[in-house]
């Protein structure tokens, strides 16, 4: 399968790395890592070491199968009009937050697809990506349901050696993942610590209560997750991932921007009643961003 991953930072070249074991891949992402790409390789360094030689470049090619988005949510609206220009016959958006497949199916005419990724990455350098953690893709039709083209999908991914589960629950699945993200991501930013600092810590009512109250906006949505369930999923995942860094602590300690807005600020946003910590979180991540050059 001819596949391009658009957004080839920290997750973007791993999944692309794992993929370019088995199908013809693009890296779309910025220097100087793909300009070191295009000349060396990709190096996979961690849970698993290999060397890779897909092709990497800044802009988006005419045509592929598939489009990968892994871009932050903040600039998915820029990559649907990108790609809007390349001929696909499907796209597949594994990003963190809500909207985004909403976004890109507004400007595609190929079905979109949607997806989490468990698996860990941090992009130690140009050209290499730490294999932090293995995890689990799992993907399918952004509305729920069967979909063929996310059963052929799944089944490139399996071959290139990822695993990977299809799905019919979407809509429930991207809720849970908001929920995990609304508890661990912006706590552990805010108090620059990896996520195992969260097991019977200070702040571990905080990521619960975040995810409480995620899991109150899903239900008014329609979404059947309860909060028992949302809070396991935050306390699994906290113990899965000990030793990793959240995206948005990577972002915060890189003095980036946060995709605050498509979590904890997506929660605030379509919340019909208060969501107080929510709320809380959100306004502490935009009171950094809009000083951290200060």
Known sequence: MDIVVV????????????????????????????GTVAESGLSVVGTEQFRVHPNAQTTVPVSADLAVVTV???DTAAVA?????????????????????????ATLDCPVLAGTCSYGANLREPGTVAFTGRGEIVLGDRN???????????????AAGIETTVATDMPTRLWEKLAVNAGINAVTALARVENGALVDSLADTIAADAARETAAVARKQGIALSDERAVSLVERVVRETAANHSSMLQDVSAGQQTEIDAINGYVVGTATEPVPVNETLTRLVRTWERHREG
């Open 7 to 34: 957004g080839a930072g920290s997750l973007g070249s791993l999944v692309g790395g794992l993929l370019a074991r088995e199908h013809d891949v693009t890296l779309v992402g910025r220097e100087p890592h793909v």
């Open 72 to 74: 932050k949510a903040y």
């Open 81 to 105: 009009t990108d790609l809007a220009d390349c001929t696909l016959d499907a796209c597949l958006s594994l990003q963190n937050g809500m909207g985004n497949e909403a976004q890109l199916a």
């Open 144 to 158: 729920g349901g069967r979909s063929a083209v996310a059963d052929d999908v799944g089944a490139a991914f399996r």
